[in-house]
Structures are given as C-alpha cells and as structure tokens.
T-cell receptor, first 115, second 112 residues
Framework: GNSVTQMEGPVTLSEEAFLTINCTYT??????LFWYVQYPGEGLQLLLK?????DKGSNKGFEATYRKETTSFHLEKGSVQVSDSAVYFC??????????????FGTGTRLQVTL | DAGITQSPRHKVTETGTPVTLRCHQT?????MYWYRQDPGHGLRLIHY???????DKGEVSDGYSVSRSKTEDFLLTLESATSSQTSVYFC???????????FGNGTRLTVT
C-alpha cells in the first residue's frame, strides 16, 4: 500500500536558519505529492504540491522537488522565521483520474523557530 | 478559509453514547472527507463522499458511519462512542478529482 515517512520532530531552529524536513514515500503508480502546514488550533493548509517527477513546488519561500529516483519530496526553506513555527505534513495522492483525492499523510514534523 | 464549518468545535461525551459531527461547506465542491488526527499517526481517512448519497470507506472506518443528503453537508456519526475514538476530527473538501484538499478547523472529541 501507499505510505509516507517523515523525519521525527520536533525540529528547533534559530530564526534565519536553513530548514530541511525529509519526506520519502512508497506508492504504486505515479502519485501527486503535497506539503501541508498546520498552525496551532487550525486545520491543515496546502503549502505546495508537485504532480510529476522533477516538478518543483514552491510557496512562501518553501520549496520541494519531486524526486522519483529516490522517492523523496524534501521540504526546504533558506531562512526560517518565527512565524513558520507549525506542524508540517507530507502527503501523497495516488488516486486514479475521476476519483476522490484520498490522501495518505505522514505523521507530521513540528518546527519551532526561536529568536 | 475555503468556506468549511465544522460543528461542534469541542465535545465531551461518555462511552456508549451516539455522537454526530457536522461539516458544512459553502463552496459547492463535489468531494468531502472525514479524517481523524492522532499523535504518531498523522491524519487517517475515515470516510469520504463523491456526491449526494454517494459515500465510501477509508482506512479507519470501523465504528463510524456517514451521510450526505445535501451537497453542502457531510455528517459523521459514532454509533456508540469508545475511548479509542477520542481524537481531533477534520473535514475536508475538494472540487475536482486529485485536486488538493481544503480543511476545516477541526472538532476535538473526548470520550470518557
């Protein structure tokens, strides 16, 4: 079956540090890949996505590249801010065209950024 | 926000009682989903709907049922709540197949 593995957290960084959160996946076919972010007390928000190999998703300074050869979709940001403190979820969708987007999520990685 | 309202936001109930959670959307999206979020498990799909009266099971559907009588409403029912169903429940919607999900703010359910 499909699965997503994320690095364990929490990740604690100083402001302006470089961020990498690792994500690897197992899936049949050619899944779409997503990163979602969850701020305290809120639901998940889509951060970025990639739908095919070598695609790079980007948003708000975050980037992730769909690497089919290593089955990875690592999240990166060059300079984090305190406002980036949240829980980050990697997810995949291997649903066939014309069907619901049944996402498989990783367990989430908590990021805490300090001054 | 994508026009998703979950109610109630918080609920405490006793083991063995029935509980219904409601998800209401104003986006007229076709697909609706119920997930539960638990530490160490991320989010897991309970049930989903692909249209009025059209629903199917997710990976953790035991002990849950759903109904969708109108496009805008998707109800999740715990027929007889158990302590293992203590969780945060999220509703999500999507417009097209394989499109990103938009999530509500969740319902925190505690079963004592």
């Amino acid at each position: 079956g499909n699965s997503v593995t994320q690095m364990e957290g929490p990740v604690t960084l100083s402001e302006e540090a470089f961020l990498t959160i690792n994500c690897t996946y197992t899936a049949t076919g050619y899944p779409s890949l997503f990163w979602y972010v969850q701020y305290p007390g809120e639901g998940l928000q889509l951060l970025l996505k990639a739908t095919k190999a070598d695609d790079k998703g980007s948003n708000k300074g975050f980037e992730a590249t769909y690497r089919k050869e290593t089955t990875s979709f690592h999240l990166e940001k060059g300079s984090v801010q305190v406002s980036d403190s949240a829980v980050y979820f990697c997810a995949l969708s291997a649903s066939a065209t014309g069907t619901a987007s049944k996402l498989t999520f990783g367990t989430g990685t908590r990021l805490q950024v300090t001054l | 926000d994508a026009g998703i309202t979950q109610s109630p936001r918080h609920k405490v109930t006793e083991t063995g009682t029935p509980v219904t959670l409601r998800c209401h959307q104003t986006e007229n999206h076709r697909y609706m989903y119920w997930y539960r979020q638990d530490p160490g498990h991320g989010l897991r799909l309970i049930h989903y709907s692909y249209g009025v009266k059209d629903t199917d099971k997710g990976e953790v559907s035991d002990g849950y049922s759903v109904s969708r009588s109108k496009t805008e409403d998707f109800l999740l029912t715990l027929e007889s709540a158990t302590s293992s169903q203590t969780s945060v429940y999220f509703c999500a919607i999507s417009a097209l197949d394989n499109s990103p999900l938009h999530f509500g703010n969740g319902t925190r359910l505690t079963v004592t």
